[in-house]
């Protein structure tokens, strides 16, 4: 592999790790607040990419346009499915039923996309979709830029949120214990419904910047869920930051391999990483001291 190549692969591997540490950032959410597994995540974000193509489609304006849409809509998803679906669950088998619960609702979610537009592949053509800009001799799409822009701004409003509001400190301190921030006053059962809905909200900046450069279709999801689980799990369970790590780790990792393997078998770095983390350290990499310090 060349220098310049290499080069190339390292810049593309950022954007693309910027990218997945948005999408997979709710999935950490979900998990840290309530310990519940959202198979329905990544088709929440081909939902979003859907609306966000359907938003351009009729208006002709930028899709990213549409997040004053779809933001406050799916944050009302997340509050509403959390208190109406997932507080129903019994807690002692929370985990293992959310898996049950939230993968019929991906089947739904597919079905309805496949019925309102059918299963023809979308995507989204902008004036800036085919342009590309020179970064140090690396050649980089102006769209991947857009969403790792997208996803830079999301993950540091999120940080700010959690890092400096009372709402913030409270979700903070209902993921690292839950009992104990009850003791405190904290009312955990809205601070969680709050929280789902917040790692719903960021489904949907995560799906508008995917439709960016992504060709769409209603099973589209299956193909994120895997690696995005993988994601959170390396990065350890309830850890923002934690994941954020890992996905640009893994990003960097895909787009070098690309190179050498294809874009097919550089998928299974997230298979690899996953598989290495659960026989090594089931509770990742960077979860443990990093997740309490979050």
Not at 48 to 65: K, M, Q, S
Not at 122 to 132: A, E, K
Not at 217 to 225: A, F, N, Q, R
């Amino acid at each position: 592999m060349s220098g310049s190549l290499l080069f190339q692969s390292l810049v593309l591997g950022v954007l693309l790790g910027g990218l997945y540490a948005l999408l997979a950032a709710g999935l950490t959410l979900y998990f840290g607040v309530m310990r519940v597994v959202m198979i329905a995540h990544s088709a929440f974000l081909i939902l979003a990419a859907y609306l966000a193509w359907y938003f351009h489609e009729r208006t002709g304006w930028d899709p990213l346009l549409s997040l004053v849409v779809t933001v406050p809509l799916f944050f009302v998803l997340g509050v509403g499915m959390q208190r109406l679906l997932i507080t129903r669950l019994r807690p002692a088998t929370l985990t293992m039923m959310s898996v049950l619960l939230t993968f019929a609702v991906a089947l739904f979610i597919e079905g309805m996309l496949g019925l309102v537009w059918s299963g023809t592949q979308r995507r989204v053509q902008l004036p800036y979709s085919g342009s590309n800009i020179d970064f140090l001799g690396a050649n980089v799409a102006v769209v991947k830029l857009v969403a790792f822009g997208l996803a830079a701004a999301s993950l540091g409003l999120l940080y700010l949120l959690l890092k400096r509001s009372r709402f913030g400190h409270a979700l903070r301190a209902t993921i690292q214990h839950r009992e104990a921030a009850q003791l405190v006053g904290i009312r955990t059962d809205r601070v969680a419904g709050l929280g789902f809905g917040l790692g719903l909200a960021t489904a949907a900046v995560g799906g508008t910047a995917l439709a960016l450069d992504t060709t769409i279709y209603p099973s589209l999801h299956w193909h994120w869920i895997g690696p995005l689980m993988a994601i959170i799990v390396v990065g350890g369970l309830g850890s923002v930051p934690g994941t954020a790590i890992a996905a640009m780790v893994l990003g960097i990792g895909q787009s070098l391999l690309q190179v050498e393997l294809g874009t097919t078998w550089a998928q299974t770095v997230f298979y690899v990483a996953l598989f290495a983390t659960l026989m090594v350290r089931p509770q990742g990499f960077f979860g443990g001291r990093l997740a309490q310090r979050f």
